[in-house]
């Protein structure tokens, strides 16, 4: 194919057909793919850790752990959950200036924000949860490799979601600096 | 612009919302829901139209701006079926197709940048109305417009 063909053959082709009323339903949140995942998940997390904090202080001997270890539990899972509302803004609105490499810096430039805040907040929540369940116990050799795996579990976690979020910064600059 | 004016104008230009999603996405689902994406973001930035604007370019900006900046959750699948994929199948002309098809899968190989000025060289927007979508000068989108040339014609050679 010759380049003086390339326009010519974009012109012819064909493309499905959406009704208005289909468009008219994708200006919905709810019908938004994404939004609605996200939507889901915060229901499932809001849902799962209220039950869990009313039950915990007296479940999990809360009333006989420190005030400090109690108030570090619920702000490491509130955290994570404020983390998530910030996401589903962040979602709604990726268009953010007059042409696109300056939309691009502004939403690179806050992808990498959203970044940062996403992996602190995940290991606060962690290590929240397992100070909570670690405090008073009494370790034997056991119990120190039971630790040591779980400590390992979350430094792949941790890894894997550096690399996941390097990725996509990598990729959104890359494309920036095809901008030149 | 009222909801309904907005939806009479999606459905008008909704050709170059599809032909942004087919180069973008790989696999349907994953088209579809960037035409969904396109199309809230689009209502949802209908402020920042200006009347004195044409109207499609601002419809290339959001839509290319979405498809770049939105992530890719699927990976392409080799999808099994009876019948050839939907883009193909309506196409009566089957030398037509296989040249739409062979344009596509060397433009699919340029990177999210390069994707967006050649769409809109490809929809015969001036050299002036690509720098002011895309925020570069115009040598600079003409040099960029020369490299994606021949990059394609040899893409498509080989």
Redesign the interface.
């Known amino acids: 194919?010759e380049?003086n063909?390339?326009?010519s053959?974009?012109?012819?082709?064909?493309?499905?057909?959406?009704?208005?009323k289909e468009?008219?339903m994708?200006?919905s949140e709810n019908?938004?793919?994404?939004l609605k995942d996200i939507r889901k998940q915060l229901t499932i997390e809001i849902i799962g850790w209220s039950i869990f904090l009313a039950c915990y202080y007296t479940m999990f001997e809360g009333d006989k752990k420190p005030v400090w270890i109690n108030i570090l539990l619920v702000l490491s899972i509130l955290l994570p959950i404020t983390h998530n509302l910030m996401g589903y803004r962040f979602s709604?609105?990726?268009?953010q200036?007059?042409?696109?490499?300056?939309?691009?810096k502004n939403?690179l430039s806050k992808v990498k924000t959203y970044a940062i805040i996403s992996i602190l907040s995940r290991q606060i929540y962690l290590t929240g949860l397992l100070l909570f369940f670690i405090y008073g116990i009494s370790f034997n050799t056991n119990k120190y490799l039971a630790l040591a795996m779980i400590i390992l579990i979350f430094l792949i976690q941790l890894v894997i979601s550096c690399r996941m979020w390097a990725t996509?910064l990598k990729?959104?600059g890359?494309?920036?600096q095809?901008?030149? | 612009m009222d909801?309904t004016q907005?939806?009479?104008l999606?459905?008008e230009h909704?050709?170059i919302i599809?032909?942004i999603c087919?180069l973008y996405r790989d696999i349907r689902e994953d088209r579809e829901?960037l035409?969904?994406?396109i199309?809230?973001?689009l209502?949802?930035?209908r402020q920042?139209f200006k009347n004195d604007a044409k109207i499609s370019t601002w419809i290339y900006?959001?839509a290319?701006?979405?498809a770049?900046?939105?992530?890719r959750k699927r990976k392409e699948a080799i999808e099994y079926g009876p019948v050839l994929p939907?883009?193909v199948e309506?196409?009566p002309d089957e030398a037509?197709a296989l040249?739409?098809e062979?344009?596509f899968n060397a433009l699919k190989q340029l990177?999210?940048?390069?994707k967006?000025i050649i769409t809109l060289y490809?929809?015969?927007l001036s050299y002036q109305q690509i720098a002011?979508?895309?925020?570069?000068s115009e040598n600079?989108v003409g040099v960029?417009l020369n490299r994606i040339?021949t990059k394609?014609?040899s893409l498509?050679i080989s």
């Open positions: 194919m380049l063909e390339l326009k053959t974009w012109n012819t082709v064909k493309t499905p057909a959406v009704s208005i468009i008219q994708m200006l019908k938004h793919p994404v709604k609105y990726l268009v200036g007059t042409n696109i490499q300056e939309s691009l939403y996509r990729n959104l890359n494309t920036l095809s901008f030149g | 909801e907005f939806l009479v999606i459905k909704q050709g599809h032909k087919r829901d035409f969904q994406e199309t809230f973001q209502w949802k930035s920042t900006r959001i290319l701006n979405t770049i900046a939105t992530y939907d883009v309506e196409q037509l040249r739409q062979r344009l990177d999210d940048g390069d967006a490809l929809e015969d002011d979508i895309i925020g570069i600079y960029k040339k394609i014609q498509l």
